[in-house]
């Protein structure tokens, strides 16, 4: 690393270990595939360790420059408010340490395949086989206070309804944003499609993931 540019890997953080593991797994990822790089990752909240301290081991590990890098679907409150404050105070205390804050992840062509991948994988489970034109997707996002953030759940839901050719699709959220699961799946039921495969869209499963698939058993 002769240029002492260093990446650390931002997560939000979870009270479920499940979700920490698999971030975790992630980050072990960055660093097979970033061998020239010093990788270090971290929470805004709910584990540990927390991102100053990650930011403070790649600089004692002699880092100049540090690219931080939201381990997150879309640009929402945490993105563009909390993650760059954290780094910036941190930054503050740190004149001579330069950090530049990368984007979310956003709407990728290859996170549209892996999702893709998911739900073939789930009509592959199911003991039935239902037609694609007979089948509503319900796609569920997180939800936010930030109607770019909610919007972008519906583009992504558009784009697999369209491209995988499924009769309909709708959106629901986990939290905050309307319709929650719950009723957007009391509306789904009405349409009257022979299958509705709900599939949350989320980087890691956690405790809002297993609320969705506990509604979605109560439907």
């Known amino acids: 690393m002769t240029d002492k540019t260093a990446v650390m890997i931002c997560g ?4 479920d270990q499940a979700a920490v593991d698999e ?22 909240e709910f584990a540990l360790p927390v991102i100053h301290e990650g930011l ?11 690219v931080c890098i939201p381990s997150m679907l879309f640009a929402a409150g945490h993105v563009k ?12 205390d740190n004149p001579d340490l330069e950090l530049i804050f990368g984007r979310e992840l956003g709407i990728d062509p ?16 199911a003991s039935t086989t239902v037609a694609r034109e007979d089948t509503l997707l319900m796609v569920v996002g997180r939800g936010t206070n930030d109607s ?7 583009k992504v839901a558009r784009m697999l309804w369209e491209g995988m050719g499924f009769g309909w699709a709708e959106v ?8 929650l699961v719950d009723a957007g799946l009391e509306r789904a039921v009405k349409l009257g499609y022979k299958r509705i495969i709900v599939f949350p869209y989320f980087l890691f499963t956690g405790i809002l993931v297993r609320r969705i698939y506990t509604w979605a058993d109560e439907a």
């Open 12 to 15: 939000h953080g979870s009270r």
């Open 23 to 44: 971030f975790n797994s992630l980050a072990g990822h960055f660093r097979e595939q970033l061998p020239d790089f010093d990788v270090e990752s971290g929470f805004l």
């Open 56 to 66: 403070e081991k790649l600089k004692e590990r002699g880092a100049k420059k540090i």
């Open 81 to 92: 408010n909390d993650l760059p404050s954290e780094v910036n105070n941190y930054g503050a």
């Open 110 to 125: 290859r996170l549209l395949a892996a999702a893709a991948e998911r739900i073939e994988e789930a009509e592959k489970a």
């Open 148 to 154: 770019d953030a909610n919007s972008n759940v519906s």
């Open 172 to 179: 629901s959220y986990s939290g905050v944003a309307y319709p």
